[in-house]
Each structure stands twice: as C-alpha cells, then as structure tokens.
C-alpha cells in the first residue's frame, strides 16, 4: 500500500520539481485527444514527465493523489463508480425492492466541471503554502495545472453552455476522483431530498437512478425532475432530457434488469438473447466467426487492401472472442455479485453457469484456432522471405532478362522488390521501355506467388 508522505502534495511536487519553478499547464504535445462515440477523452503520452521516485521506487503523480485524497475526503455513500470493491452492480441493488424507476443522465458530466469549483472544493485538504520559492505559485494552482487540460482552439470537442476551454479530462486517473469530490456535496442535497420522500438514489458517474415503492409514484412527476435539476444547477451541471428513462416494474439499463415482481437482479432479456443466439451459431449452425460478426452484431468490417486468407481469419477469430469474453464477464459479474448479495434467484444463476460453461468451452476454442493460425502465418512470413531470397536463376525469368538483370547487380527476386519500371528504364543500359515492362511484369508475378497480405515483411 502506497504512504503518502506527511506534509502532502507540496513535498511531492518539491521531489520532481525545482522549488524555484511554478508547476506549468500541461501542454498538448504531453496529450493525446480520441474520441469514442460522441465522447472526447484525453490520456497522457508523456508518462515518465509525470512520475516521482518515493522510496526509491517510480510512481504516477496521478496514482499518489489518487491515494492521498482517498484518505482524506469520505463519498457519499450514494456514489458507487470509482470506488474500491464497488461495481456497475451496486448501481442498481438499493433498488431490488421498488417497483418505479427513473435515471437521469448528467449532460457532459466531467467537462461541465468548473475549475473554480475543484478548486473551492481541494482547498482546504492543503496546506496553504506555495510551490515556488517566490511565492508565484500556491499549491492548490499547481494541483489544478496538474488535474486539468486546457482544450486546444483547433480541437472538435465543443461543450454546450461552457465558455471556458479547461475541463477536467475524461482519461485522466484523478478524473474520476474528483468528479466524486466535487459531486459529494450535491449527492448530500439529494440525499436528503431522497430521504424526505421514501426514494432510494444512486449514483454511477453521470447516471443518477431513483426507485420508489408502488404506491409512491412521485418520481415520475415533473416536480421531481425540476427538483433534481436544480440541486444539480448548483454546480452548472444540467440534465440530458434525450437519456431519462421512466419505468415501473421493470427496469432495464446497459444490459441488466431489476425485476421488482421476483425482486431480482440479472441481465436483461435482450443480452441474454443475444449470448444464446451466439452460442448456438457457433455450436449448433457452425457459422463462420465473421458471418456471425456482420449479421449478429452488424459489424462492418472494410479492408483497404485483400488481406491474406489466415490473416482474415485470425482478425474476425479475435474480434469475436472480444465479445464471448466480454459475455462471459457479465455473467460472472452477476455471480459473484450474488454471492455477497443474494439479488438473483438460484434457478436464473444456474441457468447462467450453464451459459458460462459453453462461453469457457467457445473461449478456449478460439484461442486454440488463434495459436494454429499464428503458426501457419509465421511459416508463410518465412516462405515468403525465402522466396525474396530467391536467385534470378530460379525464377521465371527468360534468358535475356536474367541476363541483363544479373549484369545491372539484381540478382535475388528482394533486389527488386519495390522497384519500379521507370527506374528500370532509366538505369539499366539498353534495356528500352519494352522490355522494361516485360521484366517488371515478371517481378509483380513471383511477388503475387509469394503474397500473403501485408503483415510487415
């Protein structure tokens, strides 16, 4: 377990840092920007400019922090992301026994953050000194230079009803932590809120789940709505009205269900759908993986060259065995959940380990076809750089186009590997364009022969 030094952040930074500089910005060429789905995230590439040694070992400043705040400032016990031996499960579980519903989904959650809000809010678990000797600095302004990004002019990721350009980053380890932090005193609120009503809440990141007994419906109402979204318009954060989602009886969300008649806790009925029909392609129909890729899971894959038949194979193998293992996670998931919990009935976790069984069977399957395909790719990758090696004598040359090669120093098939006619042309004495094309013609075929797509040889 990491120890967090005893006067803190400002000792940290002093070990990677000369007290006489402030702690910088960080800069865009330390940042790599993607985007996934609508999300924009942000992970650092320069890792080593961001590592301290403590006790003689190396550690990410984002790890320490991590660990120090973790000590020092307790959640809300209605937040249940980012915490240790918490899941997307205990999500949902205060919510077994209700019969109505809602979630709300928190419009931009990290990046609505206001940095003066993070700042407000850290302040007082430092000391109040400053980083630099002439006092330029105070270390809670070095923490947020640390915490924060400024998104550059020419990024794409534009945020709604934030003029600002600094956010805090999704991808940043000390992201989540924060977003905790800074939410904990508005959890509190709604907490409370909660409480005076008979509503259980939950939180998960920027989902918020309420649930309510049958004959409290209240949180159906707009009333409730607005009252939630003022709490949360405390700290500018707003609602995304497209995601809430209303139910009674039922509820199902990013693949599980609570099912308040046998107040149970599973996966919902549409992914356990999906996972048997995948299982019984592959057992029962022997459907190739990448015809189960296209009509199960609508996967469009598109090649910019044809790739090599073992090559094809192995790729649709491997994205395939993504998803049977990410299945077989899930299930696993509500397992062992059960085990602590209780939350699923005994005859559904059966059903589940009979599923898990011929997930584990198809699992191993699949990365036995991978290890053969990998060797057959390996001897043609060998093949292949012998046939390179090949003599000019060996190949299908004619006589005179062995023997003006040979005399202008091609003598193996890899000399002309990547040369083009033109060169031929221009080089090679008396050879004319004719005959150029000739040879070259000769070249594309013992490569074609020799082809296996294009795997770095």
Known sequence: MLKIPTNGFKRLVENNLDSR??????????????KIGKSYFYTIINKTKFQIIYNQKNYSIYDILNAYFAKR?????????????????????????????IRLDIRSFFHSIDIEDIKKVFKPYFYNVYIDENKLQHIVDAFINLVTYEIPEDSLNVIKGKKEKRVLPMGFKTSPMISNVIFRQLDIQIQKLCSERNIIYSRYADDMLFS???????IHSDDFVKEIRVI???????????????????????????????????????????????????NEEKKAPDEILKKLFQYKI??????????????????????????????????KFNKKYQCTEIK??????????????????????????????????????????????????????????????????????????????????????????????????????????????
């Open 73 to 101: 400032i307790p959640l809300s016990n209605a937040t249940t992301s980012f915490r240790n031996n918490f899941s997307y499960l205990n999500f949902f579980e205060p919510h077994r026994n209700n019969y109505h519903f």
């Open 212 to 218: 309510s007994v049958k004959n409290n419906n209240y």
């Open 348 to 457: 559904t976790i059966d059903k589940y380990m009979v599923i898990i069984n011929d997930l584990e069977e198809i699992i191993e399957q699949y990365r036995n076809e991978i290890v053969n395909l990998d060797k057959k790719i390996e001897k043609k990758k060998e093949d292949y750089n012998n046939g390179l090696l090949k003599s000019i004598d060996e190949l299908s040359f004619t006589g005179w186009q062995k023997e003006i090669l040979k005399n202008s120093g091609y003598l193996t098939l890899k000399s002309l590997k990547g040369v083009k006619e033109k060169h031929l042309y221009d080089t090679v004495k008396g050879i004319g364009k004719v005959k150029a094309k000739k040879i070259m013609a000769t070249v594309k075929q013992e490569l074609l022969k020799l082809r296996i797509g294009r795997i770095g040889v």
């Open 232 to 282: 949360i318009g405390q700290m500018k954060f707003k609602l995304n009205k497209h995601k809430m989602l209303k139910a009674k009886h039922t509820l199902s969300l990013n693949g599980y269900t609570i099912d308040s008649s046998n107040k149970e806790l599973r996966l919902s009925n549409k992914k356990t759908s999906i996972i048997k029909k995948l299982i019984y392609k592959i």
């Open 302 to 335: 598109e090649w910019k060259f044809k790739p090599d038949i073992y090559i094809y194979e192995k790729y649709n193998i491997e994205q395939l065995l993504n998803k049977v293992v990410g299945y077989r996670s899930y299930l696993l998931s509500i397992v």
């Open 21 to 34: 500089f402030t702690v910088p910005s960080i800069s865009s060429n330390d940042i790599k920007e993607f």
